[in-house]
Nanobody
């Protein structure tokens, strides 16, 4: 498995921006498709975005499409989530996930490794 550590969470006002980062170690990063998920209090963990190993293919949840951008830098073993126009309903713990193999996926059960999560809070 690959080890994942998220950073970049915090408190931001409605309409603000944050960039999350996920640093990977332990395995060849480019062998993994990557994703971001989030979990709000009392709710199930949900898909946010995913990216293929090459970065060519990306998927987004409808709720974040046009506001969030997923990217990766294989030379730095790091995945990113740029979040713009944040809303209070984006408040959640955000998790980075890795899936061995090239293809991006929205399915939570297809991810092999998870980070510890980073809190994002958007105030109204």
């Amino acid at each position: 498995q690959v080890q994942l550590v998220e950073s970049g969470g915090g408190l931001v006002q409605n309409g603000g921006s944050l960039r999350l980062a996920c640093a990977a170690s332990g395995r060849t990063f480019s062998n993994y498709a990557m994703g971001w998920f989030r979990q709000a209090p009392g709710k199930e963990r949900e898909f946010v975005a995913s990216i293929s190993w090459s970065g060519v293919t990306t998927y987004y949840a409808d709720s974040v499409k046009g506001r969030f951008t997923i990217s990766r830098d294989n030379a730095k073993n790091t995945e990113y989530l740029q979040m713009n126009s944040l809303k209070p309903e984006d408040t959640a713990v955000y998790y980075c996930a890795a899936r061995r193999g090239s293809g991006a996926t929205t399915k939570i059960h297809e991810y092999d490794s998870w980070g510890q999560g980073t809190q994002v809070t958007v105030s109204s």
